[in-house]
């Protein structure tokens, strides 16, 4: 694609983009094909990604994390993504680090922070969010999963589906209803370690892509935390989840934007080696203006894109800036997959080919998140208030 400005890059991070590239090409493109085949990402992936100082790199030192800006953490999303490997990122890393680690330092006491973040950072320990359940996903406020107070604690009650890091998770955040009859004031945020009596962890789901990512169904049967496993205010669950919510959102357009780049690329690629009727496919106008109408798109994104990750830097990004980002970017990459995928004729069509991969991964992002029309519900709320 062509070179382009990007308004937050600096010579520091210049210089992290390498190191990120350098892990991806040992540890993680030799063996992402087979991973995705075999739909596992072994454990030990975990405490390397921790070693070479790319989880939790946005949290202070204190913690264990490397104490620089978001754009770090953007940073690590954008190369997985461009680099055809995001299924490490966007469930894995990115939940992990951008979302698990960033509720427990905004809302966890000194002790859960001290006790839990140093361990995100090395990769000991797994974090995972479980807010989604078999019956409320969108309408989170009708979760039914219960946290009853008991003596000294809460006994939690209920299953969550659809949350990645299920099975290599060792802390989750749970989603819990505190009080049922208070709708969104009724629900309360919970970290659990795993190995907590009464926590079952369920199949890790077959998906349509990002296979080696683990998605998994998860149980909890009378399991009894104490009063300090609340994170945040008993009730201030919702409300904590409204403020989180567009660190997620960004991180995911980050990776959208970058997947929506280099599925271009290697478009650009193919489409110059690949010959029809005498003449390069690229030498078809049809190719070179769908692919001219793809860069564009995805040019002129880049910019929002790249302003939302400043803002977001800068402490000042809206929740419907967040929204828009998310409702672009993940709608275009769905939209350049799809032409893509067409360039490459019958060979796009194969999983070996990292194009059907990036469609079927690509898919995924509209949903999770928040979907496309939920994006659109806070978007024109905030337009007509
Ligand atoms: C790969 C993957 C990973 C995930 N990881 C996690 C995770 O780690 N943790 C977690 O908690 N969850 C996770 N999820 C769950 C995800 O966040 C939910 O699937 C998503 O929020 C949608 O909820 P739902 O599936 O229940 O769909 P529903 O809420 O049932 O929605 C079904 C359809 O109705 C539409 N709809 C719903 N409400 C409205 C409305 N008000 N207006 C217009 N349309 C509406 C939706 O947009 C959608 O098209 C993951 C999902 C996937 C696919």
């Excluded at 030192?61 to 990122?89: H, M, P, Q, T, W």
């Excluded at 078999?134 to 809460?154: E, F, R």
């Excluded at 990645?164 to 749970?174: A, E, K, M, R, V």
């Excluded at 894109?305 to 419907?320: F, H, N, R, T, W």
Aim: include cysteine.
């Amino acid at each position: 694609m062509l070179p382009f400005y990007c308004s937050w890059m600096t010579e520091d991070l210049r210089i992290f983009a390498d190191s990120v590239h350098k892990f991806i090409d040992q540890e993680i493109e030799p063996h992402y094909v087979e991973w995705e085949r075999k739909k596992w990402m072994p454990r030990e992936v975990w405490n390397k990604l921790g070693a070479a100082g790319l989880l939790c790199v946005d949290i202070s030192e204190d913690y264990g994390g490397c104490g620089v800006g978001f754009e770090f953490s953007a940073l690590i999303a954008d190369i997985f993504y461009r680099r055809g490997v995001g299924a490490v990122a966007g469930g894995g890393i990115g939940v992990h680090s951008g979302i698990v680690a960033h509720y427990i330092l905004n809302m966890g006491r000194e002790a859960q922070k001290a006790s839990y973040l140093p361990k995100m950072a090395t990769g000991e320990y797994v974090g995972a969010i479980g807010m989604t359940e078999p019956g409320a996903g969108s309408d989170l406020k009708n979760i039914k999963t219960s946290a009853k107070k008991t003596d000294g604690g809460y006994l939690i009650n209920g299953s969550k589906i659809f949350i990645s890091n299920g099975q290599h998770c060792d802390i989750i955040i749970l989603a819990c209803k505190t009080d049922p009859a208070a709708g969104a004031r009724g629900v309360s945020l919970f970290l659990v370690e795993t190995d907590t009596k009464g926590f079952v962890r369920g199949s890790k789901l077959e998906k349509l892509g990002m296979h080696c990512q683990d998605t998994s169904e998860l149980f909890f049967e009378d399991m009894f935390v104490p009063d300090e496993a609340l994170l945040g205010p008993l009730n201030g669950g919702f409300i904590a989840m409204m403020q989180e919510l567009p660190r997620e959102r960004m991180l995911l357009a980050v990776g959208a934007q970058a997947a929506c780049e280099g599925m271009l690329d290697i478009t650009l690629e193919y489409v110059k080696e690949r010959n029809a009727f005498g003449k390069r496919i690229a030498d078809f106008q049809n190719t070179r203006f769908k692919l001219a109408e793809l860069a564009t798109k995805i040019r002129v994104q880049k910019a929002f894109v790249d302003q939302g990750i400043l803002l977001l830097a800068e402490g000042k990004l809206d929740a419907a800036t967040a929204s828009m980002a998310k409702l672009h970017t993940t709608e275009l990459q769905g939209v350049v997959a799809d032409e893509c995928l067409q360039l490459f004729g019958g060979y796009g069509y194969m999983t070996e080919y990292r194009i059907a991969r990036e469609y079927a991964d690509a898919r995924a992002q509209r949903i999770y998140g928040g979907t496309s029309e939920i994006m659109k519900e806070i978007i024109s709320r905030e337009l007509i208030k």
